[in-house]
């Protein structure tokens, strides 16, 4: 979903966003992505940007090899879906803001289960 608002002299876009989770077909998830490539590519370079949802990807505590777009802080290890945000943060020039400053565990966490705790919710700037 996406959303533009215009404020005095500003324009915003406000994306949501939702990967398809863990364990679906790899077709899915590329078709997500170009889609999502294709809307940001759609907003003009004087437009502003944000985009924040559910991205099913673990980032890491380590910004390694993504400082330019990971803060530094996250939570847990990278996974395949990760990798993806953060190639895509990068292609884009945007940056995870959520990782940009510490926090509590308690507020890192965006999924807990019995067996889990995870951190898959995401803010791009």
């Known amino acids: 979903m996406t959303i ?22 790899k077709e899915i998830k590329r078709h997500f992505w170009e889609g999502l490539d294709e809307i940001v590519r759609s907003i003009p370079p004087v437009e502003r940007l944000f985009i924040g949802g559910d991205f099913n990807g673990h980032i890491a505590s380590s910004a390694s090899g993504y400082t330019e777009v990971h ?42 289960s019995s067996v889990a705790r995870t951190q898959i919710n995401y803010l791009l700037m």
């Open 4 to 25: 533009k608002l215009v404020v005095g002299e500003c324009t915003l876009n406000v994306v949501s966003a939702y990967v398809p989770q863990a364990g679906l077909d």
């Open 71 to 112: 803060g530094g802080f996250g939570f847990g290890e990278r996974n395949g879906g990760g990798t993806s945000l953060l190639y895509f943060a990068k292609e884009f020039e945007q940056v995870i803001a959520n990782s940009s400053f510490p926090k509590r565990e308690e507020h890192l966490v965006t999924f807990k």
